[in-house]
């Protein structure tokens, strides 16, 4: 069984005691939990809050600063560990700014790249091809290193065709969609583009599968995501209240760093106001 020990300070994923099948794993890694002393994520509408440590930190600051070369509004002037959670969220409403969402996926895929040394993509081909045993580390891997990202997750048993494998990865309550409230955030800068990176990139199919009802998520290692067009993703609408306020987040962001631009925002901001609540994501 592939089980995931959240106890100590990052080593490896070692093989599990009693297992000669190398698709069995037990990763020691240690991540920073949620506040409340029960462990659970928030029921849906309220914030979880979440207790980050020095690991947590580092990849919110690693990832945030690569991004806002990207994002509008210019860079600020944090330290590296002044980071946080909803800085890093800022940060990528602030991408979303003036960009479709084939451009917002641009964005992360090359924020992926820039993270990995060259030639990572194609040694990450020749190390996990595309098996069942590759597919199983991967979703083993993502318990711990993505816990920063997306708060508590486990890996649980998926069908990938026709033959069960523990590839595949249950979200609790993704912290990403939780803190920004977007679903065009979910599925452009991060559902698409991780598929993308997985399955094109890395060579492992990928498939995330949010559930916009409760905030959880599904990643099946091994899968090939449908295309756009037929994803139900791509025809979720936004969460009427948390989008809007996002956006009027994004106009307050750039106009305070942009004055010039204060008739331009007032006008936008009464047509988003007075226009129906329901968007897509797809344009």
């Known amino acids: 069984m592939a089980t995931a020990k959240l106890s100590c300070l990052p080593t490896f ?37 979440y207790k980050d440590g020095w690991f947590e930190k580092a990849f919110m600051s690693l990832f945030a ?22 800085s ?11 960009r479709n969402r084939q451009q917002q996926q641009e964005v992360v895929r090359e924020v992926l790249l820039s993270m990995l040394p060259p030639g990572a993509p194609a040694q990450f081909r020749k190390l996990f091809p ?33 033959e069960k494998q523990r590839s595949g990865v249950r979200i609790t309550k993704c912290r990403y969609l939780e803190n920004s409230g977007c679903v065009g955030m ?47 993703a791509s025809k979720q609408s936004c969460y009427a209240t948390f989008c809007k306020e996002t956006i009027f987040f ?3 962001y750039i106009f305070a760093m942009n004055p010039a631009y204060h008739c331009e925002f007032l006008s936008f901001f009464q047509v988003l106001w007075l226009s129906p609540a329901r968007m897509y994501v797809i344009n």
Not at 25 to 46: F, H, N, T, W
Not at 137 to 156: D, K, M, Q, R, Y
């Open 65 to 86: 600063r690569k991004m806002e070369k990207f994002a509008s509004g210019g860079e600020s002037k944090k330290g590296f560990w002044d980071w946080d959670y909803e």
């Open 250 to 252: 994004v106009l307050v």
């Open 130 to 162: 595309p098996t069942k045993w590759a597919a199983e580390f991967n979703a083993s891997l993502t318990v711990p290193f993505f816990h920063w990202l997306v708060g508590p997750s486990e890996v649980i048993e998926v069908e990938v065709n026709g």
């Open 88 to 98: 890093f969220v800022d940060v990528s409403k602030r991408v979303m700014i003036g």
């Open 13 to 49: 994923c070692i093989p599990a005691k009693g297992h000669r099948n190398s698709s069995h794993y037990r990763v020691r890694i240690k991540c920073a939990g949620i506040a409340d002393p029960s462990g659970i994520p928030a029921p849906m509408g309220q914030k979880t809050e």
């Open 186 to 232: 979910c599925v452009n800068m991060c559902k698409i583009p991780t598929q993308d990176f997985f399955t094109n990139e890395f060579g492992l199919p990928l498939t995330m599968n949010p559930n916009f009802e409760d905030m959880s998520c599904e990643m099946i290692y091994g899968q090939v995501p449908p295309p756009f067009e037929e994803d139900p």
